[in-house]
């Protein structure tokens, strides 16, 4: 897992910025899109200024899909339609009759994008803040999506309660060892990605998208004996060391990590299952 030069990143970021403003619409969301990212960019991350909780109600409109956007909704929409982070590599894009499990799914940027190009497949989205799963149908609705099924839990490595501890914005949440109370802290049923698969009759995954703010190799142990069920993973980790605990659990199951292919996605791993896409 390489990083590249200060410059190198500095000109991916602009091209990333270009492309994924260039999908806009029109003027007035490429001109919303652009101030709330300045704004997250530069009031948020450079000066410290309080995040902004709760979604405007302009709608930014690009080719694929429509949102109400905050600032967390706008750097997804960054990651997936600039730096197409969860589709780099050209077989991680959904097909048109893929089985697609998004756990974290948010405020379902990412299961828009995936309903869309899944026509006679089916996406499933996981999320436990009933804050996000309100704005995820609401997303489902504005795009007209019915080939999706929001869950609403978390996945974890067992079944039964879990703690989930509110974040700072709408993409920081998770969950937490312990049963803490008070303000931020929300008792959530948790679920196994096992139990899931069986539940909804899932006989297999073709993408199984996973970011749940350092959760992941928990997601993943829960798997038990489907994982290898499932194609292609690609996930989100927080830590060198969740990377190294992801990795292994996954290629001591038959997964082959791909490269990491740059700065903007250094902190996304996409895994292949070597027995279902084969040698290459």
């Given at each position: 897992?390489?990083?590249?030069?200060?410059?190198?990143?500095?000109?991916?970021?602009?091209?990333?910025?270009?492309?994924?403003?260039?999908?806009?619409?029109?003027v007035?969301?490429?001109?919303?899109?652009?101030?709330?990212?300045?704004e997250?960019?530069?009031?948020?991350?450079?000066?410290?200024?309080?995040?902004?909780?709760?979604?405007?109600?302009?709608?930014?409109?690009?080719?694929?899909i429509?949102?109400?956007?905050?600032?967390?909704?706008?750097?997804?929409?960054?990651?997936?339609?600039?730096?197409?982070?969860?589709s780099?590599?050209?077989?991680?894009?959904?097909?048109?009759?893929?089985?697609?499990?998004?756990?974290?799914?948010?405020?379902?940027?990412?299961?828009?994008?995936?309903?869309?190009?899944?026509?006679?497949?089916?996406?499933?989205?996981?999320?436990?803040?009933?804050?996000?799963?309100?704005?995820?149908?609401?997303?489902?609705?504005?795009?007209?999506?019915?080939?999706?099924?929001?869950?609403?839990?978390?996945?974890?490595?067992?079944?039964?309660?879990?703690?989930?501890?509110k974040?700072?914005?709408?993409?920081?949440?998770?969950?937490?060892?312990?049963?803490?109370?008070?303000?931020?802290?929300?008792?959530?049923?948790?679920?196994?990605?096992?139990?899931?698969?069986?539940?909804?009759?899932?006989?297999?995954?073709?993408?199984?998208?996973?970011d749940?703010?350092?959760?992941?190799?928990?997601?993943?142990?829960?798997?038990?004996?489907?994982?290898?069920?499932?194609?292609?993973?690609?996930?989100?980790?927080?830590?060198?060391?969740?990377?190294?605990?992801?990795?292994?659990?996954?290629?001591?199951?038959?997964?082959?990590?791909?490269?990491?292919?740059?700065?903007?996605?250094?902190?996304?791993?996409?895994?292949?299952?070597?027995?279902?896409?084969?040698?290459?």
């Amino acid at each position: 897992m390489t990083t590249n030069s200060r410059p190198g990143m500095l000109a991916e970021r602009s091209l990333l910025y270009a492309k994924t403003l260039l999908t806009a619409r029109d003027v007035k969301s490429l001109y919303t899109a652009l101030l709330v990212k300045l704004e997250d960019e530069v009031l948020v991350e450079r000066l410290g200024r309080p995040r902004r909780i709760g979604t405007r109600k302009q709608t930014v409109v690009n080719f694929d899909i429509s949102f109400y956007c905050d600032n967390h909704t706008v750097s997804m929409y960054y990651e997936i339609f600039g730096a197409t982070a969860y589709s780099f590599f050209p077989a991680f894009v959904p097909q048109e009759a893929d089985i697609v499990v998004d756990v974290g799914a948010n405020q379902g940027i990412f299961t828009c994008y995936a309903a869309k190009r899944v026509p006679r497949g089916w996406v499933y989205a996981v999320e436990p803040d009933p804050e996000n799963q309100s704005w995820l149908k609401s997303h489902l609705e504005l795009n007209r999506i019915s080939n999706a099924t929001v869950i609403p839990k978390c996945v974890g490595d067992r079944t039964g309660k879990a703690c989930f501890k509110k974040g700072d914005s709408s993409g920081t949440g998770c969950v937490v060892d312990g049963s803490e109370q008070g303000p931020g802290f929300t008792e959530v049923e948790q679920i196994t990605l096992e139990e899931m698969m069986t539940v909804y009759q899932l006989p297999k995954i073709d993408l199984l998208k996973i970011d749940v703010e350092g959760f992941e190799a928990r997601v993943l142990s829960g798997a038990g004996g489907r994982l290898g069920s499932i194609r292609r993973i690609v996930l989100e980790y927080h830590s060198p060391t969740l990377a190294n605990e992801v990795a292994g659990i996954l290629q001591g199951k038959g997964f082959r990590l791909l490269q990491n292919p740059g700065p903007v996605r250094s902190h996304i791993l996409y895994f292949e299952n070597s027995a279902l896409c084969g040698r290459q």
